[in-house]
């Protein structure tokens, strides 16, 4: 079965700086990759998905992320961290043997101080 | 539109009420999810609708009883809860209920109350 694991249950930092929230994920074929936002009491916001090709991928608010195979990683990056980047974000797994099926990180806190 | 409608958006019930939760969504999507979300914890699969038929139920307890009415329309009746129950319940939708690459599209979520 597919599982993520988010190591980070907090991580704060300062606006305007750089940011690198981490995701490994365990599946045996070709992951279906995502990461979402939560902000407190709301649904879901999708920011960015991996399915095949360019392993770097570019998603809203100027998020990205880079899928490593070899590292069975999907790290969601940002520059320069705003205020309103605080929130929870979710990174998810699913596959094609699995169907609609994702599974969902710990989540990570982002706190940001100014 | 690409919202994903969801009511109440809160939910104060005893345990012995019977409650329903409704989801709504006019994107044309094909699957429809209920999710349970507890504080500080990720969402939950409990089930999935394809094409308006129930394909995945996750050992939800039968207090929990899924409706798909019909393809934008999703309801969760809630019967005899118990305040573990209590918790923030996520609607979502995606396109093509085959395909796990499909963008799934969450609602705002109710906040149930079990007293």
């Known amino acids: 079965a597919q599982s993520v694991t988010q190591p980070d249950i907090h991580i704060t930092v300062s606006e305007g700086a750089s940011l690198e929230l981490r995701c490994n994920y365990s599946?045996?074929?070709?992951?279906?990759l995502f990461w979402y936002v939560q902000s407190p009491g709301q649904g879901l916001q999708l920011l960015l998905k991996?399915?095949?090709?360019?392993?770097l991928v570019q998603g809203i608010k100027g998020f990205e992320a880079e899928f490593k195979r070899s590292q069975s990683s999907f790290n969601l990056r940002k520059p320069s961290v705003h205020w309103s980047d605080a929130a929870e974000y979710f990174c998810a797994v699913g596959g094609m043997e699995y169907g609609n099926k994702l599974v969902f990180g710990a989540g990570t806190i982002l706190r940001v101080k100014s | 539109d690409t919202e994903v409608t969801q009511t109440p958006k809160h939910l104060v019930m005893g345990m012995t009420n019977k409650k329903s939760l409704k989801c709504e969504q006019h994107m044309g999507h094909r699957a429809m999810y209920w999710y349970k979300q507890k504080a500080k914890k990720p969402p939950e699969l409990m089930f999935v609708y394809s094409y308006e038929k129930l394909s995945i139920n996750e050992s939800v307890p039968s207090r929990f009883s899924p409706e798909c009415p019909n393809s934008s329309l999703l309801n969760l009746h809630l019967h005899a809860l118990q305040p573990e129950d209590s918790a923030l319940y996520l609607c979502?939708?995606?396109?093509?209920?085959?395909?796990?690459?499909?963008?799934?599209?969450f609602g705002p979520g109710t906040r149930l109350t079990v007293l």
């Open positions: 599946y045996g074929a070709t992951p279906y």
């Open positions: 979502a939708s995606s396109q093509d209920p085959g395909g796990p690459h499909n963008e799934q599209f």
């Open positions: 991996y399915f095949s090709g360019d392993t």
